[in-house]
């Protein structure tokens, strides 16, 4: 089974960083850290399948063995004559490849292919907000994403929010702090506070106490 995994020593950094960027942020629109980056580097990501995605099983002149199915919370699937398969972590593709292998003990030259219809990703390449957003939730990652893409996702802020004093921690960095204006992004719509986010960012918005 592949499993994705973040190695103890990088989890404990960032929830460190998580507990202290709330406790910073959280003093009102002051915020010490730099501004996130306008450009980042961010190489075209094939997309890996995660837990509780919805795939589309097609094994081509063979209808009966194609299915619609859920990817379980343990990473695997089942589909007709093939059970419990890893599915999480792999590309469509890779998946596609393992069933028909498994498919050649029943069928001569099995055709397969794997279409996600329905999509969550990895966790560690999901964009968590969390804090004062309208609606904390995990975003999955797409190629080009920025913080305003996320920031509609989840509904932008509560009242309470102080939006200029929002952190974004970026996974990719051992944790690193930036500050980001969501206030000025949303409420003032100055375009110039949207910047990209990378796979395993967190934002946080912490409440205003003014």
């Not at 406790?23 to 094939?46: E, I, K, M, R």
Request: hydrophobic fraction near 40%; proline fraction near 8%.
């Amino acid at each position: 089974m592949h499993t994705v995994r973040i190695p103890g020593a990088r989890l404990a950094l960032l929830a460190s960083s998580v507990i202290m960027a709330f406790s910073l942020a959280g003093c009102g629109s002051f915020n010490p850290h730099p501004a996130a980056p306008s450009v980042v580097d961010t190489p075209d990501t094939l997309y890996k399948i995660g837990a509780l995605d919805t795939l589309n099983v097609v094994v081509w002149r063979n209808p009966d063995l194609s299915s619609s199915v859920n990817v379980r919370p343990d990473g695997r699937i089942s589909i007709p004559l093939v059970e419990n398969v890893p599915a999480a972590g792999k590309q469509p593709e890779e998946l596609a490849r393992d069933i028909e292998k498994i498919l050649t003990k029943f069928i001569r030259d099995p055709s397969v292919t794997v279409i996600v219809s329905s999509f969550q990703g990895v966790s560690t390449e999901q964009i968590r907000i969390v804090g004062e957003a309208a609606k904390p939730q995990a975003v999955p990652f797409r190629q080009n994403l920025t913080l305003l893409d996320v920031m509609i996702q989840t509904g932008g802020l509560t009242d309470f929010a102080d939006g200029n004093g929002a952190v974004l921690v970026r996974g990719s960095e051992q944790g690193k702090q930036y500050s980001i204006r969501l206030k000025d992004l949303l409420k003032r719509g100055d375009i110039s506070a949207n910047v990209p986010v990378k796979p395993g960012d967190i934002i946080i918005v912490p409440q205003s106490w003014f």
